[in-house]
């Protein structure tokens, strides 16, 4: 059973409205049987220190990778992470977060790798939830353990691998790290440490729209119109463009592959979730530093770097 | 610099984290960042005074106070929002472990004393580096302040 789309006017502007709910519709239908809720934040002791009464918490970090792999868990993993929260499959999933709901986008993400169908963000995330007064939680909720089918996980539609992205070059890539690592100044965000990448630049011909830019400054998403300028007419995607957008470990660019989708509409959308952390590693593979997109390079991709397929 | 003593504090500390499962070691470092005391006001009313250590995920600003020779004792202050509670947590365990001892005692805990708290599987190595960051911003102001 899944609960009706949130009908404000801001989000019918939207491709895809359902994916969306706001802090009144989610205040008034919190306790809608078929409703679960999940945080999913940045920093993992967030939820801890207080939540959205009755929601359940998943950690990116711990609960959605596989241990050794630099993957995700497979269908069973998933099945009883589900089980555990409390989550069916026909349940409505509601995800919010911390800053802008970035860690919520990528939960959100993996949710889609498995098929799950009626996933929604809370516009705004925890911040307006908590800027607006509205009761918050240290209680731990009573989990009903449920029944979740094993699903086999479905990368294709929406995961791009390296030997993706090099076959892609010349479509659309959009890099949605901040200006300095896009230029190749620097490897990691600012005020983030440095995670190893051993070059600093992007990958040829992909776009500068760092993530944060479709986020208001009340954390909720930008308007349609808004959207539309920045994508659209400022980054030159046009319809029916197949898109892949990267940032340095795949996080930031799961809330602009959310944008992208349900927001403006775009039907194929991948998201390069092994990003600049791979790709300024891997070798035999082009990049290119400085401001300027960069041309398709001529003499690649060779047999070598075609790999993890 | 590594390979000094642990101070005894700060190794009790690390023995009550290591004596819990990996979840409660999450809810003690939860305890460190709730008993966070607020700045002083010399330092509350003042922000410019503190440094903000960039390597945190979240914005964590310490400052410190050295006494005078022969002991030097150091005294530590952090501010960091309530937001931030992975961050406070590291802010607490080293504010605990290290607050008011001599100098050289500080620039003689070992680099790794992050590691040993037995985090390192349920917060990602970025946190991780983060407070190890912390503790080297610590060092340095020591060595500056020489």
Partial sequence: ?309 | MTGGAVPAKLAEIIDDFQDLTEPDRLQLLLDFSRELPDLPERYGDHPELLEQVVECQSPLFLTMEIGDEPERPVHLFFSAPPEAPTTRGFAGVLLEGLDGLPAEEVLAVPDDVPDRLGLTRAITPLRMRGMAAMLGRIKRKIREAQ
């Fill in chain 1, 1 to 309: 059973m899944t609960l009706a789309a949130d009908p404000q006017d801001k989000f019918s502007e939207y491709a895809h409205p359902e994916r969306l709910v706001s802090t009144d519709w989610l205040a008034a239908n919190h306790d809608a049987e078929g409703l679960v809720v999940v945080e999913s934040d940045e920093d993992v002791l967030l939820y801890e220190t207080g939540h959205i009464p009755g929601s359940v918490k998943i950690d990116w970090h711990t609960e959605l990778n596989d241990e050794v792999a630099r993957d995700y868990i497979d269908g069973e993993g998933f099945a009883r992470l589900m089980a555990a929260k409390g989550i069916s499959r026909d349940s409505t999933v509601v995800l919010y977060g911390d800053k802008s709901n970035w860690w919520a986008a990528y939960t959100l993400w993996v949710f889609t790798l498995f098929g799950h169908e009626d996933v929604r963000l809370l516009d705004g995330g925890r911040d307006k939830w908590v800027a607006e007064g509205r009761p918050m939680t240290t209680d731990k909720p009573e989990i009903t353990a449920s029944d979740y089918p094993v699903v086999e996980r479905n990368d294709a539609p929406v995961r791009a691998f390296l030997g993706d992205v090099l076959e892609h070059l010349g479509k659309p890539l959009i890099d949605v790290r901040s200006g300095d690592e896009y230029t190749g100044a620097r490897t990691t965000m600012p005020a983030y440490p440095e995670e190893g990448a051993l070059r600093g630049g992007h990958i040829p011909t992909a776009v500068s729209v760092p993530w944060a830019r479709a986020a208001a400054e009340d954390g909720t998403f930008r308007t349609r119109a808004e959207l539309d300028a920045i994508y659209r007419d400022e980054a030159g995607l046009q319809e029916g463009d197949e898109v892949v957008a990267y940032c340095r470990i795949g996080e930031r660019s799961s809330h602009t592959w959310f944008v992208l989708t349900y927001l403006l509409g775009f039907g194929n959308v991948r998201n390069y979730d092994g990003s600049w952390t791979e790709w300024g590693n891997a070798v035999r593979v082009p990049i290119v530093r400085g401001s300027e997109p960069g041309e398709v390079p001529a003499a690649v991709p060779t047999a070598s770097a075609r790999v993890a397929r």
